[in-house]
C-alpha cells in the first residue's frame, strides 16, 4: 500500500447540482469529454469501461485516463459530471514531469448517485510536461462532460500549504516517519507520492499508526490518500477512552493501484 497523505477535519463540502444538457466548452483541452463519440480519445488502465446512454460506464475497477498538453505555471481545473451508483468512485487530475512521475495531483470522491459536477483543480510548476484526466470507479459509476480549463493568469506558489486543522503530524511523510509509530510488517519511504513528494510503502502485514487528542462533543473526520498494489489493504480511525477501551471505530479498504481518497 502506498498512503500519500491524510489529515483529520471536523467540516465538509456541500455539492452544487448540474445541468447534464449543458454543450461541451470549446477551450476544452480534453478530447471527446462528453463521450459523444464513444470512447474515442479515452485509454483504459483497469476493470470493465462501457459506452451508455451518452456518458462512460465504469466498474469492477474500471479506469478511464486521457492525456492533455499543459502550459507552464498555470491553474487547471477538471470538472465531470459523475454519480457513483455502488461503491466508491473518482475523479483525478495530474500534472507529471517529463519521466511521468507524478508532481501534482487533485483527487475527488464521487459523493452521490445522482449525476452531480465534481472538481479539481492543480497548479503546474517549472518542470511539468503533461496532465492525465483518470476516472475510476471500485464498483461501478458514470462520468459525462468532462472539461479541462486553463488559467494562465495563476501565481504558482512556492510551497503547498498544510491543512490549518490539520491534527495529524506530518500526515505527509514528508519528515520521513516523524510522529508515526510502527505496529508490524514492513515501512518503507516512497517518493512516489500523489503530490510528488514522499508517500509510506507498507508491505508483509506493514502497519503504521498515530494517536491525537480529542474532544468529547465535538466532530471528527479522516481523510487519507492510498493505493493497493497487492492484497488487502486499509485505513482505520479508533476512537479509545481514557483506559484505551474502545468506543468507535470505523475501517475502509483501499481499492485498486490508482491512488484514492479514503474518508471518513
Known amino acids: 500500500m502506498g498512503c500519500a497523505a491524510s489529515s483529520v477535519t471536523n ?3 456541500p455539492r452544487s447540482s448540474v445541468d447534464p444538457t449543458e454543450p461541451e466548452n470549446p477551450d476544452n483541452l480534453v478530447s471527446n469529454g462528453g ?21 462512460a460506464v465504469l ?4 479506469c478511464l485516463f486521457q492525456e492533455f498538453s499543459i502550459t507552464e505555471q498555470a491553474t487547471y481545473t ?5 454519480a457513483a451508483t455502488i461503491g466508491f468512485a473518482s475523479v483525478q487530475l495530474t500534472i507529471s514531469d517529463a519521466s511521468f512521475a507524478s508532481i501534482a495531483a487533485d483527487l475527488v470522491p464521487v459523493t452521490t448517485s445522482a449525476i452531480a459536477p465534481v472538481v479539481a483543480t ?12 483518470t476516472l475510476y470507479a471500485a464498483d ?5 462532460s468532462c472539461v479541462v480549463l ?14 490549518a486543522n490539520d491534527l495529524l503530524t506530518n500526515p505527509s511523510f514528508d519528515n520521513k516517519l516523524d510522529g508515526w509509530f510502527g505496529c508490524g510488517g514492513e515501512q518503507t519511504l516512497s517518493t512516489e507520492g500523489v503530490d510528488g513528494g514522499q508517500a509510506e510503502y507498507l508491505t508483509k502485514g506493514g502497519c503504521l499508526f498515530q494517536e491525537l487528542d480529542m474532544t468529547p462533543g465535538l466532530e ?5 490518500v492510498g493505493k493497493a498494489t497487492t492484497g488487502f489493504t486499509s485505513v482505520s480511525f479508533i476512537e479509545y477512552d481514557s483506559t484505551f477501551t474502545e468506543l468507535n471505530s470505523q475501517e475502509q479498504e483501499v481499492l485498486g493501484n490508482v491512488y484514492q481518497l479514503l474518508f471518513y
Do not use: K, N, R
Open 59 to 62: 466498474s469492477w475497477e474500471g
Open 78 to 82: 477538471l470538472t465531470c459530471d459523475a
Open 122 to 133: 492543480v497548479t503546474t510548476t517549472g518542470s511539468s510536461a503533461q496532465g492525465v484526466v
Open 11 to 13: 467540516f465538509s463540502q
Open 140 to 144: 461501478q459509476a458514470s462520468f459525462d
Open 220 to 224: 471528527y473526520s479522516l481523510s487519507c
Open 150 to 163: 486553463e488559467d494562465l493568469s495563476t501565481t504558482v506558489p512556492t510551497a503547498a500549504a498544510p491543512a
Open 35 to 55: 463521450f459523444s463519440s464513444d470512447l474515442i480519445a479515452w485509454t483504459s488502465c483497469g476493470g470493465q469501461t462501457a459506452f451508455s446512454g451518452g456518458t
